[in-house]
């Protein structure tokens, strides 16, 4: 039996990889919409990224003590050192940002974001009637369509099958997820592996029926609404099988392969092999041209973690690690810090398979965008003052950040930027004009001063 490694090897990643992709996004594309769509990967973890973690350690005395005061700075990444966990990506810190002091108080923080972070308003403890808007991925998947328009991956709670997500398609609106690597694949790839279903109601259709109860009566006014929003997009999702059947035999030049430990939910795969999995299929179903966008929350508090380097025996729990209990006599700032880099090791993987794969006069990650950060704000209980991303960004991206560390003018400060600011800069950079996206900051309202907008010396 071929391994899953050497099938990306040799098939995902062969000479005839592209064959299928560039014509099959024109197929599903808007009219008018370029040849070579921009790809965006969101990757959500949870306990905070503290902002200490990600700083450059060897930065002058000047400019640490800058940093530390959360003063404006900029400094090139090819001169300085990354931090322990980020060295996996040594090798790219040409496409690589650090960007610090994007505040997120327009979203839910403490210890979970639910669907806030993706849409900047406030989640209510995650109600459907707290859903405000669209949220930022599914904006982008509409500016570079595919025939799954937006994916969303989850390992959040530990759960399997297709399960409740955290994006929005609509206001008041859920999305659906695949929380294992074997749903991921047999749902994103059915028109190959089983396309008696995909001609039928599949699993995901049955799902969104019996969770959105189409059917119910006596409802109030905005889930009449919800409804038949998910009317409309169950006509789609049966069109857009249609279409996956007739051009099946390409799509399953890209068919994943992945090992027999991730059967019925992967209950007995560690979490470094369900990681390694899901980002297999997250790359086939990208280099397949099936999505454009991609939203993986790669852990939340309820995640069980098992098989880290270090704690290979330990059930190691990331809420009591955000509380600094040690697991395995390993201190908790460590293992924290090793979680980090088995999710580094995805971002890695993810951009090294891309940049095998041939797209006009470079490769797929030329045209794609990887953001990691932590859901909930700067730390275990995050109050949403900074929350550090990670950006990962090709040579086509249409911003102009990559290769340096970026501390904006810190919350309540002339100059400060939010996460608002940031949705509204990657749409505005990709085709979107929006004048904001997103809810506004009180304490920028408070202070009357000015927050709208892009960031704009960020667009190229």
């Given amino acids: 039996m071929i391994n ?38 969101f990757i959500r973890k949870s306990s905070g990224i503290r902002p200490h973690e990600i700083a450059l350690r060897d930065f002058s ?18 001169k300085h050192e990354l931090p322990k966990w980020l060295r996996g990506l040594d090798a790219y810190k040409e496409h690589m940002t650090i960007l610090q002091g994007l505040s997120t108080k327009m979203s839910e923080n403490i210890h979970w974001s639910f669907s806030s972070v993706m849409g900047c308003f406030k989640s ?40 409740d997500g955290y994006s929005a398609p609509a206001p008041q609106t859920r999305n659906y997820c695949y929380a294992d690597p074997e749903t991921a694949r047999q749902e994103l790839f059915k028109s190959v592996l089983n396309p008696e279903a995909v001609s039928s109601d599949n699993d995901m259709l049955s799902f969104l029926q019996s969770r959105e109860g189409l059917k119910v009566a ?115 700032w460590k293992t924290r810090e090793q979680i980090r880099i088995s999710h580094v090791n995805q971002i890695k993987t993810i951009i ?51 290769g340096r560390y970026i501390r904006l003018p810190y919350l309540g400060n002339e100059g400060h930027k939010t996460l608002g600011n940031w949705y509204t800069t990657l749409l505005n950079a990709h085709g979107n004009p929006i004048e904001h996206y997103g809810d506004l900051d009180p304490e920028m309202s408070r202070k009357k001063l000015p927050q709208t907008g892009p960031i704009a010396r960020f667009i190229a």
Wanted: hydrophobic share 40%; net charge negative.
């Fill in 4 to 41: 899953r490694r050497d099938f990306l090897a040799s098939s995902v990643l062969g000479a005839g990889a592209m064959a299928l992709a560039p014509a099959f996004n024109q197929a599903f594309a808007a009219q008018g919409a370029i040849a070579q769509p921009k790809r965006f990967i």
């Fill in 124 to 163: 209510n403890r995650n109600t459907l009637s707290a859903i405000k808007r669209t949220t930022i991925d599914f904006e982008l998947a509409k500016l570079f369509p595919s025939p799954f328009g937006h994916v969303e991956l989850s390992f959040a709670d530990g759960r399997t099958g297709i399960v």
């Fill in 218 to 332: 006596g409802v109030q006014e905005h889930e009449k609404r919800r409804q038949e929003l998910h009317i409309g997009s169950l006509e789609a999702i049966r069109d857009r099988n249609r279409k996956l059947i007739e051009i099946s035999g390409s799509i399953a030049r890209h068919l994943p392969e992945i090992d027999e430990v991730h059967a019925n939910g992967g209950n007995n795969a560690s979490t470094p092999e369900k990681q390694a999995a899901m980002t297999d299929v997250l790359v086939a179903a990208m280099v397949a041209g099936l999505t454009n966008v991609v939203t993986y929350t790669i852990d939340d508090l309820g995640t069980p973690i098992t098989g880290l380097p270090g704690n290979e025996t330990d059930r190691v729990g990331i809420h009591p690690l955000g509380h600094d209990e040690a697991f395995g006599g390993v201190p908790a």
């Fill in 352 to 402: 090294e398979r891309l940049k095998q794969v041939p797209e006009g006069n470079g490769t797929m990650f030329d045209n794609t965008m990887i953001m990691y950060f932590p859901e909930n704000g700067e730390t275990h209980h995050g109050v949403g003052s900074e929350a550090p991303f990670l950006i990962m960004a090709g040579n086509n991206c249409n911003l102009d950040i990559s």
């Fill in 61 to 78: 005395e000047q400019d640490k003590a800058r940093d530390e005061k959360k003063e404006p700075l900029e400094a090139d990444l090819d």
